[in-house]
């Protein structure tokens, strides 16, 4: 049955709706890293800066060390999702394969650690980091973001496994193929769409996180970028709007493109998969 012209003008105008909602933040973060002062302290702020200029650019990076505080997010981002692919893929895939009591007790502690908020774990935790001499450690910040990304990353990942039909394992096993063989040539290249899509998530969870790192590191040339950008906030709690707009949003680019590279991946290796016989 056909889409009525108004029903489909409907959703495209539903959709036209949301991502304009996604996209204001983005925006208006955008026009204010281009203000000038005067206009950032006018009552009647407009929507396109009047007089753009980038000098709100060149006092973040004057004020502040972005660059290797972004260094130190890089590091640790990449870090935190390499690890947490690498350990949820097998355990993921066990655990769609072999169903079991045991199986079931760990994808309910899966869905129940996500409930945990952060101030009920970050005390022994601290404690913890202090006893193995991990504090004010990219080391121990990376081993606390595979922790907290763990258990979502192999929920996602073993959806994922559970998609992928087993009858196609059992048909390379028919074939001559060996496990190793059938999970490298078959499961695999299948799975690409979900280590994908889950590195997606560590890597953004792990850019974007600001509590543990402000607890666990101190010294000023270890800290993230998510805990330099509170220094444009002084002590009074008034922030210096121009630097601290330009600064974030550089801040989310490489989020921003990371996606732009992953998605095409995620979008093509999904047909690919559908087209597997």
Same mark, same amino acid.
């Given at each position: 049955?056909?889409?009525?012209?108004? &029903?489909?003008?409907?959703?495209?105008?539903?959709?036209?709706?949301?991502?304009?909602?996604?996209?204001?933040?983005?925006?208006?973060?955008?026009?204010?890293?281009?203000?000038?002062?005067?206009?950032?302290?006018?009552?009647?702020?407009?929507?396109?800066?009047?007089?753009?200029?980038?000098?709100?650019?060149?006092?973040?990076?004057?004020?502040?060390?972005?660059?290797?505080?972004?260094?130190?997010?890089?590091?640790?981002?990449?870090? &935190?999702?390499?690890?947490?692919?690498?350990?949820?893929?097998?355990?993921?895939?066990?655990?769609?394969?072999?169903?079991?009591?045991?199986?079931?007790?760990?994808?309910?502690?899966?869905?129940?650690?996500?409930?945990?908020?952060?101030?009920?774990?970050?005390?022994?935790?601290?404690?913890?980091?202090?006893?193995?001499?991990?504090?004010?450690?990219?080391?121990?910040?990376?081993?606390?973001?595979?922790?907290?990304?763990?258990?979502?990353?192999?929920?996602?990942?073993?959806?994922?496994?559970?998609?992928?039909?087993?009858?196609?394992?059992?048909?390379?096993?028919?074939?001559?193929?060996?496990?190793?063989?059938?999970?490298?040539?078959?499961?695999?290249?299948?799975?690409?769409?979900?280590?994908?899509?889950?590195?997606?998530?560590?890597?953004?969870?792990?850019?974007?996180?600001?509590?543990?790192?402000?607890?666990?590191?101190?010294?000023?040339?270890?800290?993230?970028?998510?805990?330099?950008?509170?220094?444009?906030?002084?002590?009074?709690?008034?922030?210096?709007?121009?630097?601290?707009?330009?600064?974030?949003?550089?801040?989310?680019?490489?989020?921003?493109?990371?996606?732009?590279?992953?998605?095409?991946?995620?979008?093509?290796?999904?047909?690919?998969?559908?087209?597997?016989?």
């Amino acid at each position: 049955m056909r889409t009525r012209p108004a &029903a489909r003008a409907g959703q495209y105008a539903a959709l036209l709706a949301y991502l304009v909602f996604l996209a204001f933040p983005l925006l208006w973060l955008l026009s204010t890293a281009f203000k000038s002062p005067r206009e950032l302290g006018s009552l009647h702020p407009s929507w396109i800066p009047r007089h753009p200029t980038p000098g709100n650019f060149r006092q973040a990076f004057d004020e502040q060390p972005l660059l290797h505080a972004a260094l130190n997010s890089l590091l640790v981002a990449l870090g &935190a999702t390499l690890i947490a692919v690498l350990l949820a893929t097998p355990m993921a895939y066990v655990m769609a394969r072999h169903r079991s009591p045991l199986s079931r007790a760990a994808t309910g502690w899966v869905v129940v650690s996500q409930a945990f908020p952060f101030v009920l774990v970050i005390i022994p935790l601290f404690l913890v980091l202090k006893h193995l001499r991990l504090i004010d450690s990219l080391f121990g910040l990376v081993l606390v973001y595979v922790v907290w990304a763990l258990p979502f990353a192999l929920w996602m990942l073993t959806g994922y496994v559970r998609a992928v039909p087993a009858e196609l394992e059992e048909a390379a096993a028919v074939d001559g193929a060996g496990r190793l063989r059938t999970l490298v040539s078959v499961t695999a290249p299948l799975l690409a769409p979900g280590i994908a899509a889950t590195a997606l998530f560590a890597f953004v969870t792990a850019w974007n996180e600001f509590f543990f790192a402000l607890v666990l590191l101190k010294s000023p040339g270890r800290q993230t970028l998510p805990v330099v950008l509170t220094h444009f906030i002084g002590a009074e709690g008034v922030a210096d709007l121009g630097p601290l707009a330009a600064a974030a949003f550089l801040a989310t680019l490489p989020s921003l493109l990371l996606f732009a590279l992953i998605q095409r991946r995620i979008t093509g290796g999904l047909l690919a998969g559908a087209v597997k016989s």
